[in-house]
């Protein structure tokens, strides 16, 4: 059954953030990504990066389904492993087995605005178990940087965001930047990325 879902959105990003990975993701091993959504993503990169072992997770089931369902579609089954049940609040993460400790980089898209504040503390905590020193952890979305929108749209954006859920809203870099600072991360780079998004990369430092 072709359970896929298409987040027009990943049509018009993948290239640009497909370039930042370029730069930053290691030549080979596991790649967790955060909230994965649809699935686009993943078989993007999972076919960009053919030396890349791309695991994907979300905690929603739709997702989850067309995830794995655009895996088979791209006929990726044989390399990529099946999405698997993840939100960032619910620790240990369940991670099979064969993969703890041997994560290398770690990438979220869109997650952290779209949350509760709660999900950025949990995103780092955890990534902080699981990469080892100088392993990247990559955001993408919308910030504010000095705790000012970049744009007009991203200041209606994020009024829209609260009035959905008041816990909700686009995060000011700083706040994450120190959240990542208590977890033994440093933002390495913030890269500016086409509509108002920023790619955020960070590297695991030792306490
Ligand atoms: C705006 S969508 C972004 C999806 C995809 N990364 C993209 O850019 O198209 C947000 C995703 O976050 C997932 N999500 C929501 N709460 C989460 C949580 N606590 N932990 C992990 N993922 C979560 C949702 O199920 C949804 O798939």
Same mark, same amino acid.
């Given at each position: ?54 695991? =994907?997770?979300? *905690?929603? #089931?739709?997702?989850?389904? /067309?995830?794995? %369902?655009? +895996?088979?579609?791209?006929? !990726? ?13 619910? =620790?240990?993460? *369940?991670? #099979?087995?064969?993969?703890? /400790?041997?994560? %290398?980089? +770690?990438?979220?898209?869109? !997650? ?96």
């Amino acid at each position: 059954m072709d359970e896929r879902l298409f987040f027009p959105a990943t049509l018009r990003n993948r290239r640009a953030i497909g370039e930042v990975l370029d730069k930053f993701l290691p030549q080979h091993g596991i790649v967790l990504e955060i909230a994965s959504g649809s699935g686009e993503h993943g078989v993007t990169f999972q076919k960009r990066f053919p030396n890349i072992l791309w695991q =994907t997770s979300d *905690p929603d #089931p739709s997702c989850r389904k /067309s995830i794995n %369902s655009w +895996i088979m579609h791209e006929a !990726l089954a044989e390399k990529m492993p099946l999405s698997i049940d993840l939100s960032v609040e619910k =620790t240990p993460w *369940p991670l #099979p087995n064969k993969y703890i /400790s041997k994560v %290398s980089a +770690i990438i979220c898209i869109n !997650l952290i605005h779209i949350a509760h504040w709660n999900c950025t503390k949990f995103l780092f905590k955890e990534s902080e178990k699981h990469l080892k020193r100088s392993s990247t952890l990559i955001l993408y979305g919308p910030f504010k940087i000095n705790n000012s929108h970049t744009s007009e749209s991203n200041a209606i954006f994020d009024m829209s965001l609260r009035s959905r859920n008041k816990h909700w809203g686009i995060r000011d870099l700083d706040a994450v930047d120190e959240v990542a600072e208590i977890h033994s991360f440093k933002r390495r780079n913030l890269i500016k990325m086409p509509a108002n998004n920023f790619c955020l990369v960070f590297s695991r430092t030792s306490k």
